[in-house]
Structures are given as C-alpha cells and as structure tokens.
C-alpha cells in the first residue's frame, strides 16, 4: 500500500511537471513563435532566403508588390515602382525599413494559433495607408533631386504620401555605386536628419509663446543682422521695425537671435526634446533616426543659430511632420501610421492656446510673404526653410498643413541642396496637396 501511495505521489509529480514545462513552453511560444516561424530556413515562407509569400497593397487596393511560388513583382506602373520603393522595401532585403522587411509576419499570414498556415495558402495582406497615385506625383515633383516629401492625415495620424529620392526602379536595378545613387537603401523620411535652417523657427518660436510675456507687444529691430562678440549674425534682408507676426514671415534672423538669446539653450533644447525631436519615434514598428541640437553658449552667436535652425542642429523629416500635425490639431499629436485603419496614440505636444497662436501666424506666412496665388484654393499655412550647409548650397523645406476640416493634411518637403525653401520645396509641396485634395 505504501508502494502505491509512493507511485502516486511521483506520477503526480512528474504530472505537475509536464505541465509546467507546457506552461512555459507556451509562454515562450506567444512571445517568440512569430519569430520561430519566420526563421529564413522555413521552406513554406522563404524561398532561399527570400520571402516568397503576401501582397502588399495601397490604400486603394493597388498592388505594390506580391510574392508566391518563388515569382516575385511589383507595381505595374515603374513610377509607382520608383516612388515607393522605400516604403514598400525590395525581395532582396536591400531596404531595411520597407513593409517587405518591417511587415513579413503578417505578410506570411502568420497567427499564434495556425503559425503561417493560412487557409488560402497564399500568405497575407498588408494594406498600407498611402496613396500610391500621390507618391507618383510627389516622386515627379522632384524631379530628380535628392530629398523627402511627406503628407499625412492629421486627424488620424495615416501618412498618406511617403517618398524618398534617389530610388530606382527594383524591376530594373541600376550601378547604385555611383553619386547619383548615394544613400539610395535609406528611407531619408524615417532614417535622414537634416540642418533644419528657419522651419526650426517654429520649435522657437513656440517656446517664446510659453516664457516671453511681451512677445506679441514686441517691436523686432532688424539693421541686417546682430553683432555678438566679434561674430555677426547676419539676416535675409535689413526688414526695419516688425511685430512677431512680420518677424516670422520675413524669417528675420535678427529678431530670433533677439528671442533666442532671451530664451537661452536650456529652454530651446527642452522644447525640441519635447517636441520629439531628440527622440526616436516609432512608426508602425519602425523606428525612426532621433535628431541632435548642441547647445550655444549664452552671449555668443551660436546660441543665435541655435534658435534659429543653424549651428549644429540637426532634425529628421517625419519628426517636423509630427510636430506640425499637432499644430494643425491643436497641440495633440495623432502620431504617424504607414498601415491603413490601424491605431494611432495621441501625444499632446503643447498647449492649445500656443498652437492656436502659432496657427494664426503661419497662415500669416502665406498671406504676408509667401503668396496665396502660389498655392490656389488651398487654405495653407506654412513654413519655409533654406538651411545653409556651409558650401554655398542649402537644403530647400516647405513644412505646413491645411486648415480644412474636409482635407485636414499635414505635410513635410525637404530637398537636399535644393536652394529656397519656397521657390523649390514650395512647388513639391503644391503639387501633391493639390492633387490629394482632387482625389478625395
């Protein structure tokens, strides 16, 4: 009898440990099955390596690329094919950031219960929010300078538009070794930080709204620059007597070293880590590049340049799209989603009444100084930036969104060393607004 009680004891303990060790296998396959799964030795997902299963579609249903049975295409069209290649990533894994790579378990069809069995056999579908029509234009608005353009939807936080130059054609994939093609596997919206040059006007420009009591009973002398020790801060122009509204549309470099000096390193600094600037972001999964700002020395002028987007600043164009969005929607953030009707968290940046303001004057931008004829039937506000590189060329950016409750898009363009701001990122810019608003 005592033999048997004995055998009870240790079946129920090697029971309990199978058990256990079931539990813990369990839990290590929710949390590493996806992983398991995708390995690139699982013939039923790759094909040598190759992802060799899923489509990928626009917003509209069109194909951006589909893998099954060792057959690998993309779009149709090659400038949809060239316009979205970052976003859509290459079979060849090339582009480390494209919904190919960042998306290959859904594209697998991959769930906790079948694992990449599907019941159709042929994988999954990733529905992506841009409209590949937009990325065309913006892709031709460039017209074969390098850069970024970005329009999304502030209110949901879809991104709409996403194109990154150079690209090229992965049905047809050239000599990548020369210039032309420099950094050409960087997605430059997500992973690229640029001198923002007078776009970063508007980081400063928000801070002084929150800490300059008198700043809107303020009167901005500009001669044509500052002198501050034996440096000088030179302006675009001598713009006389200015009003904070003047000052921004004039971009006076006078009046923000003026602000900037009073607002000191610490509290712009703070401002742009706020703001998300100094951070990585994640969108959909994918982490994007964090910028960089040095702090100037209070007194000299590179504090100045500081404030006004120069010196070593250093910013990434989905981050500047982030932040105008939450100006356009007064101060929260809907943040950024390339997967169509996925969920997008909300961040508040700022205050409602300091994004109200800042509103209210880049609509003036457009009125004041940039032009509204430039941009019919669009109710733009704006920004412009020319950030000088030191060599005699400047990145060209045109940042903004559109007071439109019916169109409510924000947008972000950037060229490299295309010039002014608003002479040749302004037009990039128009161009996809104006066709995003045709479209809907």
């Not at 295309?418 to 161009?431: D, F, K, S």
């Amino acid at each position: 009898m005592k033999k048997i009680k004995n055998r009870a004891y240790f079946s129920m303990l090697i029971a309990l440990g199978l058990v256990f060790g079931l539990c813990i296998f369990a839990i290590r396959l929710y949390a590493n099955g996806k992983d398991w799964a995708m390995l690139r030795a699982n013939s039923s997902v790759y094909d040598e390596g190759v992802l060799d299963t899923g489509t990928i579609v626009d917003r509209n249903g069109v194909v951006l690329a589909h893998a099954d049975a060792g057959v690998f295409s993309y779009a149709d069209d090659e400038t949809v094919r060239k316009s979205c290649f970052h976003i859509v990533g290459d079979y060849t894994g090339n582009v480390g950031t494209g919904a190919i790579s960042v998306f290959s378990s859904k594209l697998a069809g991959y769930d906790f219960i079948d694992g990449v069995a599907s019941i159709s056999g042929k994988g999954g579908k990733v529905k992506l929010s841009v409209d590949s029509s937009l990325n065309a234009i913006a892709y031709k608005a460039l017209a074969g300078r390098k850069g970024a353009v970005l329009v999304s939807n502030y209110k949901t936080g879809e991104i709409l538009c996403m194109v990154s130059t150079p690209s090229y054609d992965p049905n047809n994939p050239p000599d990548i070794s020369t210039p032309a093609y420099e950094g050409v596997y960087m997605n430059r919206c997500l992973g690229a930080t640029y001198t923002p040059g007078s776009v970063f006007k508007l980081i400063t420009l928000s801070a002084a709204i929150e800490n300059i009591p008198d700043l809107y009973t303020r009167t901005f002398t500009c001669a044509g620059g500052v002198s501050l020790g034996s440096d000088f801060v030179k302006c675009t122009g001598v713009h006389g007597q200015q009003t904070i509204e003047q000052a921004l549309a004039n971009s006076c470099n006078s009046a923000f070293s003026e602000i900037s000096q009073e607002l000191g390193a610490d509290t712009i600094f703070n401002y742009a880590d706020k703001y998300g600037f100094l951070k990585s972001l994640s969108v959909s999964g994918i982490d994007t590049t964090a910028g960089n700002i040095e702090k100037g020395e209070a007194g000299t002028s590179n504090l100045s340049w500081m404030g006004i987007g120069q010196y070593n600043d250093l910013i990434s164009p989905i981050a500047m799209l982030r932040f105008v969005s939450a100006i356009a929607n007064d101060g929260v953030a809907n943040e950024p989603v390339i997967l169509k009707n996925s969920h997008s968290a909300s961040t508040r940046l700022m205050e409602t009444d300091t994004a109200q303001k800042v509103q209210e004057l880049m609509a003036y931008n457009v009125a004041y100084a940039y032009g509204q004829g430039n941009f019919p039937n669009l109710k733009i506000c704006a920004k412009t930036g020319t950030a000088e590189l030191g060599d005699g060329t400047s990145n060209a950016w045109f940042v903004g969104y559109l007071d439109d409750s019916e169109y409510p898009l924000a947008f972000t363009v950037v060229v490299e060393r295309g010039g002014g701001g608003l002479a040749n990122a302004g037009p990039v810019a128009n161009a996809v607004l104006q066709a995003a608003v045709a479209d809907s």
